[in-house]
């Protein structure tokens, strides 16, 4: 089974502060990718990044970065000086070799709340 | 180029009413995902269409749910009658491919039963 737990419900953060959200990921399969979505008050599901198994590299994207750990099963997520337009709710989510990446399984999601 | 598109954005119906959701994909994208979204929770997977066909509906409530997207275009997906307990966020997403690593979601329709 896959499942991805995201523990951080809500976090607060004064702006230009750094953060990062947590996801641990678990499958049994050996090919699969990990992604975040961004969800803001608007609903829509905006792609952030997109990970596979085999590509353990971090990536910085401008205030944006990603640590990926097989070793842990974590796809860690960091703003860094964060601005009030990165409150959202972030999810993580996988999908899986077994199931041919034809859905995405997500996590609960984080509410993030920066503030001015 | 347009996004997916959802409609109604919201919706707010009496409990036993029937409901339906509009859902336009991204042009060219023939595979099209309904997922429902509870509060504070992620999206999970109710049906996935590759073209007309209904390839993965093992998550839908087929007792009241139904779907369908004719033509391999737009989608609609019903429930007759709604429950208390089918509030929630309805989300489309389209890929073109036959794998959801690609896929682009739309606004969703909340959903509000009284």
């Known amino acids: 089974a896959q499942k991805v737990t995201q523990a951080q419900t809500e976090i607060s953060v004064v702006e230009k502060e750094d953060v990062t959200l947590d996801c641990v990921y678990e499958?049994?399969?050996?090919?699969?990718?990990l992604f975040w979505y961004k969800q803001p008050p608007s609903g829509e599901l905006v792609f952030l990044i997109r990970?596979?198994?085999?590509?353990?590299q971090n990536e910085i994207s401008g205030r944006y970065s990603w640590n990926f750990q097989k070793s842990t099963s974590s796809f860690n997520f960091t703003i860094t000086a964060s601005q009030v337009v990165d409150s959202a709710v972030y999810f993580c989510?996988?999908?899986?070799?077994?199931?041919?990446?034809?859905?995405?399984?997500f996590g609960t999601g984080t509410r993030l709340l920066v503030s001015p | 180029e347009a996004g997916v598109v959802q409609s109604p954005r919201y919706k707010i119906i009496e409990k036993k009413q029937p409901v339906a959701f509009w859902c336009n994909p991204i042009?060219?994208?023939?595979?099209l995902y309904w997922y429902r979204q509870n509060l504070g929770q992620g999206p999970e997977l109710l049906i996935r269409?590759?073209?007309?066909?209904?390839?993965?509906d093992s998550q839908l409530p087929k007792d009241r749910f139904s779907a369908e997207r004719l033509k391999g275009v737009d989608s609609t997906l019903k429930i007759q009658p709604a429950e208390l307990g089918d509030s929630a966020v309805y989300l489309c997403?389209?890929?073109?491919?036959?794998?959801?690593?690609?896929?682009?979601f739309g606004q969703g329709t909340r959903l509000t039963v009284v």
């Open positions: 499958t049994r399969d050996t090919t699969y990718y």
């Open positions: 989510a996988l999908s899986g070799g077994n199931t041919g990446f034809q859905k995405l399984v």
């Open positions: 269409y590759e073209n007309e066909e209904a390839v993965d």
């Open positions: 990970r596979n198994s085999f590509d353990e």
């Open positions: 997403a389209s890929s073109l491919g036959s794998t959801a690593t690609e896929a682009f």
């Open positions: 042009s060219g994208h023939n595979t």
